[in-house]
Structure formats: C-alpha cells, structure tokens
Nanobody, 122 residues
Framework: QVQLVESGGGLVQAGGSLRLSCAAS????????MGWYRQAPGKQRELVAT???????NYADSVKGRFTISRDNAKNTVYLQMNSLKPEDTAVYYC????????????????WGQGTLVTVSS
C-alpha cells in the first residue's frame, strides 16, 4: 500500500507565505502525476496544481503567479510554495498521486492524503 503524508499547513496573515509538503511512502516504482487539491467549507474539492514526473506543471487560474508546485522524484515528495496568500485560499489542502506504479506492470489506484488545513486571516 501507499500512503501520502502532508505537512506545512497552518494559520497565516493575508499576504504571507506557506510551504506544503507531501511525501509518498510504500512500495513505489514510479508516480506519474502528483498534485494538490483544496476544499473550502461548503464548496467542492478543486484542483490547485499538478506536476508530472517530467516536471510539467499545471495550475488553477486562481493561483497562477502566486503558487509554485515542485517535486523531488527521488524522494517521492511534492511541494507547494504558496505566496501572497489571500483569505479565499483558506481550505483543507489534499495531496494526490495518480499513475502510481508498484512495478512496471502493476498500477495502484489513485491515492489521497488526509489533508492539511490552511487558514489565511484578513
């Protein structure tokens, strides 16, 4: 089995920065895509950013220019640097791994982390 463990959430004032980390553990051969999603109270979960093993990144329009996603393939870890935070960024942030392989022929199901709360005060 594979687990994703997030860290780095917390309370920050508007305009501040936070860095989230997510480490995948278990029997892992490779991970195609890792990413971050978020869910604010009363809203649906939404994409924040994803990154492929080759480093291609995709961002939601709402975070472009403020957030940066990166990953360390050797450590099976993905990061989310969040700058110029706004109160509307307040949400539980979830890490996701998709295209996750135990070996070249065995694919895991998509895996989610437990979530980490980010609160931005005005």
């Amino acid at each position: 089995q594979v687990q994703l463990v997030e860290s780095g959430g917390g309370l920050v004032q508007a305009g501040g920065s936070l860095r989230l980390s997510c480490a995948a553990s278990g029997s892992i051969f490779s991970i195609n895509t890792m990413g971050w999603y978020r869910q604010a109270p009363g809203k649906q979960r939404e994409l924040v950013a994803t990154i492929t093993s080759g480093g291609s990144a995709n961002y939601a329009d709402s975070v472009k220019g403020r957030f940066t996603i990166s990953r360390d393939n050797a450590k099976n870890t993905v990061y989310l640097q969040m700058n110029s935070l706004k109160p509307e960024d307040t949400a539980v942030y979830y890490c996701n791994a998709d295209g996750l392989y135990r070996n070249p022929l065995t694919k895991y199901r998509e895996v989610w982390g437990q979530g980490t709360l980010v609160t931005v005060s005005s």
